[in-house]
């Protein structure tokens, strides 16, 4: 089954968006911090602190693997860390057609200002932390994803839809290389 993966950076608007076009879509939707949460009855931030970053990030891992065995087609929003794990990047890939929803610094910031539900971005100085992720982050996104797609201030709807005829077209090229090859 192939999914719809949304990555990118905190703030990019994965849950947001990734809700609007599996609503759109007919698909299911998960976002893997959710799924995390849920089953941990703890959030993130509660995880990290508890337990460290490296448990939380080997329960993305888990939780991706099990996904891939997922009936149902779904739009999934996976935290803006789990793409760092290169051991992540072959369980992405198999889960379906992977869309980096792309901000800039100065996007993303404005969109987590006041969010103190990110742990990596707590204390002084966000700017320079965003700035910071984003160098080492960025490249990890771009060349993982088979489709980008840039968030900025575009209205939601034309997002969606850029999205869709996007991931069609990754799609149809896929399955041709997919048939090439039998």
């Not at 509660?46 to 065995?69: M, P, S």
């Amino acid at each position: 089954m192939r999914h719809i993966v949304l990555i990118g950076f905190m703030g990019s608007g994965k849950t947001k968006t990734g809700k609007r076009l599996a609503e759109e879509a007919g698909y299911a939707f998960i976002d893997v911090d959710k799924k995390i949460t849920s089953e941990m009855k703890m959030s993130v931030t509660d995880i990290f602190n508890r337990f460290g970053e490296v448990f939380f990030r080997a329960l993305e891992t888990k939780t991706i693997k099990e996904l891939r065995q997922m009936e149902k087609r779904a739009v999934i929003s996976v935290g803006g860390g789990l793409p760092m794990q290169e051991q992540n990047h072959k369980y992405l890939k198999e889960l379906g057609t992977i869309v980096y929803l792309k901000g800039s610094a100065e996007t993303l910031q404005k969109r987590l200002e006041g969010d103190h539900s990110r742990p990596l971005l707590a204390g002084s100085n966000m700017e320079e932390k965003i700035r910071k992720m984003l160098q080492t982050r960025e490249p990890v996104y771009e060349k993982l994803a088979d489709v980008t797609v840039v968030t900025a201030q575009q209205p939601m709807k034309k997002l969606i839809r850029e999205i869709h005829i996007k991931c069609e077209m990754f799609e149809s090229q896929y399955l041709m290389k997919s048939n090439s090859h039998i």
